[in-house]
């Protein structure tokens, strides 16, 4: 069993910063990609950002210079740290992770946070 946890998310006022993090635990062998995807009311989950194993990291351009993606390999947590946020930033924020359980033989399952709010509002 694998889980996600998200923290971090709040109400911001516009051009402010919050930092999100998302903790996995259970049985855990190796986790490959982290990611964070969020979805605004009646839109579509979108790709925030993602980050490598290895460190390789990758952003949408409605976020690039202002978000940053990083990740502690030792405690399985990944980072999104974000400033100059705006009302169009407010979404729900999940984070997702290919992660190899302990004993698997089947290569990496995909995981999914529960999601945390973040309202960019005055």
């Known amino acids: 069993q694998v889980l996600l946890v998200e923290s971090g998310g709040g109400l911001v006022q516009p051009g402010g910063s919050l930092r999100l993090s998302c903790a996995a635990s259970?049985?855990?062998?190796?986790?490959?990609?982290m990611a964070w995807y969020r979805q605004a009311p009646g839109k579509q989950r979108e790709l925030v950002a993602y980050?490598?194993?290895?460190?390789?990291?990758n952003y949408a351009d409605s976020v690039k210079g202002r978000f940053t993606i990083s990740r502690d390999n030792a405690k399985n947590t990944v980072y999104l740290q974000m400033s100059s946020l705006a009302p169009e930033d407010t979404a729900v924020y999940y984070c997702?992770?290919?992660?190899?359980?302990?004993?698997?033989?089947?290569?990496?399952?995909?995981?999914w946070g529960q999601g945390t709010q973040v309202t960019v509002s005055s």
């Open positions: 259970g049985s855990i062998f190796s986790i490959y990609a």
């Open positions: 980050i490598r194993r290895g460190g390789t990291t």
């Open positions: 997702n992770a290919d992660i190899v359980q302990s004993g698997s033989i089947t290569g990496p399952l995909n995981y």
